[in-house]
């Protein structure tokens, strides 16, 4: 059986074959970057000088996402989503409401029905192509057609309408609170690029609207360009220089996503200087090593990010309310929380409920949960199930090296109450692929949910709502027409205060279905080169409450 030193010896084997393999990549990059540029007519000098000017960012990834920006609703491809695209608005740093981007200004009617943008006139895409409200319309359309990615948030959205070339009317169904919010995922896309590449499909003309070319290629006109795109190696961009957010003298040049690198790997390249910024949380060990390296410092992540056990409550014993109680009350939750200390940074705090902190409807009154053994086995007796009578499957993402520790909790925890738990970590593809269906969801799932908008909305509606199954968000598989019309009605109350009562009650009524475990909220503790600089490192509260939000590359610099 190989040794602690012999393992460590093979990772830093596999460290230097793989950096020597990026670096032939590197190599190769350079040379056709070279070729084209000197085809163009660029003098050697030229590019000397170029290549010294270089700001690369190198930030590992834990999966190839699918590029198409309507199609995802995971955190890599909601990182591409907002790098390679623009949107109406943007969602703002902390707390406020969404600002202004290809939209400079809207107008909304008295009935709170239609919505008329103006449009920026001088922004195109990365083909040249200038953007225009037809390419917003065809967006719309585009999302609603395929109904993949967040194409649930514009179930309300009866149509939207180009009146000119840079102006674009939306109509709603009924008003809708959570509308303006919203847009921060309609990715606007080139029409001209999806329809000259679509392929057979099942939309008519529009064949498959461009998805199979989409899924690796951009057609979008964000602040990068996509440059590279491969399954298992990286995906590169190239700062897009024609962006009307013109970028400074320090914003990264090019960036390189780096995929399935070990966690030994990581904390070598960040020694070596070969990696600037981890996203993919990695091991306490390894941060704090990585963090006595010179010139790396750890920093956190934070956004509106929960830490969920999900209770699949179709499947027996999960779907007796008393035994869901019982699990509930009997996970110990002062262990978890003193998990939360990592290399001497805290990755979270305790939840308060199913609402993030700083969010319309968190109560800050509520206490925080904690075990309560007696009043779990109180539940258990009054379960039509024995706490023994089914073995409990419980999947986490096997990629989230710390999550392996609280489903260990999680399976002591309930065999204080004689419930076995059977433990299943699961590569995330197969992990999504699995929770499409009630039936082949396991009784307990751990995932990280955060708000993919700003609005409360974007969490609750995907998360509860009967219509939204066979998600990751949606993993209790919760069918309740009351829940359901609580819902629908939260979108249509426009007053704030009005919905911030209306959410805080609806919190506190799912909370007592003890369909899902809140267990914290998460703040990811990353680790980055001291030349790196982002809005949420230099100030967390400068953080962009949506997942991904804070992985805006524009944003960043390279301080050299």
Known sequence: MPQPED???????????????????????????????????????????????????????????????????????????????????????????VTPSLATAWAVSDDARTYTFTLRNDVVFHDGTLLTADDVVFSLGRIKAIKRGFSSLFANVNAAEAL??????????????????????????????????????????????????????DAGSGPYILTRHEAQQETAMTLNERHFRRPSNKTPTRVSLRFGLEAATVRNLLARHELELTRVSLPPEV??????????????????????????????????????RAVVLGYDYEAHHSLLNL???ASGFPARGPIPQGVLGYDPDKPVPK????????????????????????????EFAQVEKYALLFQKSMADLGINVEIAPTPW??????????????????????????DVDSLFYPSYHSSAGGTYFSMQWLKDNDI?????????ILDAK??????????????????????????????????????????MQNAVPIFGGNFQFAAMEIRK
């Open 343 to 345: 290399a001497g940074v």
């Open 7 to 97: 393992n460590q010896d093979m990772a830093d084997q596999r460290h230097d074959l793989l950096s020597r393999s990026l670096d032939r990549r590197e190599a190769i990059y350079q040379f056709a970057v070279a070729g084209l540029a000197l085809g163009a007519g660029m003098k050697p000098d030229s590019l000397l000088a170029q290549a010294a000017e270089e700001r690369l960012l190198r930030v590992t990834e834990s999966t190839l996402a699918d590029a198409d920006p309507h199609r995802p609703t995971d955190v890599p491809g909601s990182i591409l989503m907002f790098n390679l695209y623009d949107f109406l608005v943007t969602a703002p740093r902390g707390a406020g409401p």
């Open 429 to 454: 593809a197969q992990y999504q692929q699995l929770v499409t269906k009630p039936e082949t969801t396991p009784h307990v799932n751990c995932i990280y949910v955060a708000l993919t908008t700003p």
């Open 498 to 539: 009005a919905r911030e009562t209306h959410y805080r009650a609806l919190a506190e009524t799912i909370s007592n279905l003890y369909c899902a475990i809140y267990a914290y909220e998460q703040v990811n503790v990353i680790a980055h080169q001291d030349y790196v600089w982002a809005p949420f490192i230099e100030n």
């Open 164 to 217: 000119d070339a840079a102006t674009v009317k939306f109509t709603l169904a009924v008003p809708s609170a959570p509308f303006l919010a919203s847009l921060v995922r309609l990715a606007i896309v080139n029409k001209k690029l999806a329809v000259a590449n679509k392929a057979a499909g099942d939309f008519g003309e529009l064949g498959d609207y461009g998805q199979a070319y989409m899924t690796r290629n």
């Open 371 to 398: 075990r309560d053994l007696a009043a779990a086995k109180a539940a258990l007796a009054k379960s039509k199930y024995k706490s023994d009578e089914y073995p409990i499957s419980l999947m986490f993402v096997r």
């Open 287 to 324: 941060l704090l090593s990585a963090s006595r390296a010179p010139g790396v410092k750890l920093a956190q992540d934070r956004g509106s990010t929960q830490f969920h056990f999900k209770l699949n409550t179709t499947r027996a014993p999960m779907d007796d309310i008393e035994f869901r």
């Open 484 to 492: 359901d019309a609580a819902l629908d009605k939260g979108r249509t």
